[in-house]
């Protein structure tokens, strides 16, 4: 079973860098027609998906988030990374990292999701 575990710092100061980290075990991110997906839950707000990469390493981000975001990954550590740049107190939410098979939005496997807190 594919199992995804999310890290990376957890407080950020406005104008940051936010990096988050997926690793994922049981699987291999190279597999085909897997996405691997970046989405966030403010709070008291539905959720709100990011960005993907598909298994060939391309990358689709939602229109509102596409000038701050990228999305990248390590093959041989089967890792995926998503930078969301120049945060503000609207970025704080729990981020989740998320497996979908065999399209985008069929999604299965997530991480237990990581609290990223903006505040000055």
């Known amino acids: 079973q594919v199992q995804l575990q999310e890290s990376g710092p957890g407080l950020l100061k406005p104008s940051q860098t936010l990096s988050l980290t997926c690793t994922v075990s049981?699987?291999?991110?190279?597999?085909?027609?897997?996405?691997w997906s970046w989405i966030r839950q403010p709070p008291k707000k539905g959720l709100e998906w990011i960005g993907y990469?598909?298994?060939?390493?391309?990358?689709v981000y939602t229109p509102s988030l596409k000038s701050r975001t990228s999305i990248s990954r390590d093959t041989s550590k089967n890792q995926f990374t998503l930078q969301l740049s120049s945060v503000t107190p609207e970025d704080t939410a729990v981020y989740y990292c998320v497996r979908a098979e065999p399209a985008p939005g069929d999604f299965g496997s997530w991480g237990q999701g990581t609290q990223v807190t903006v505040s000055s």
């Open positions: 990469m598909t298994s060939s390493g391309s990358t």
């Open positions: 049981g699987g291999s991110i190279s597999t085909n027609n897997v996405y």
